[in-house]
């Protein structure tokens, strides 16, 4: 069956990293588009950055350009996160999602002092 695993949430410092991973299984990877989202509480869920299956186009939401790395490995089934300069408004769950068919469980973000 499909699953999609992330990881790699945790409790960090205004400024710091953080690398969240999506481990996929169940469908044809590199087929598929692979976006993050987030969600925080009260708010909608918000598209944070997608990548394409060839991990060519990458895009991202304003928030979090020129902090955020979206990035892919169609060998090892994964999509990652690489999160920099972590703002306190970064603190949300994060979703992956493969195509529009898809989502994980999620994975739960903090940035605090």
């Known amino acids: 069956q499909v699953q999609l695993v992330e990881s790699g949430g945790g409790l960090v410092q205004p400024g710091g990293s953080l690398r969240l991973s999506c481990l996929a299984s169940g469908f044809a990877f590199s087929n598929y588009a692979m976006r993050w989202y987030r969600q925080a509480p009260g708010k909608e869920r918000e598209l944070v950055a997608g990548i394409s299956g060839t991990g060519g186009p990458t895009n991202y939401a304003d928030s979090v350009k020129g902090r955020f790395t979206i990035s892919r490995s169609n060998a090892e089934n994964t999509v990652y996160l690489q999160m920099s300069n972590l703002k306190p408004e970064d603190t949300a769950m994060y979703y992956c999602?493969?195509?529009?068919?898809?989502w994980g469980q999620g994975t739960q973000v903090t940035v605090s002092s």
């Open positions: 999602r493969a195509g529009v068919e898809f």
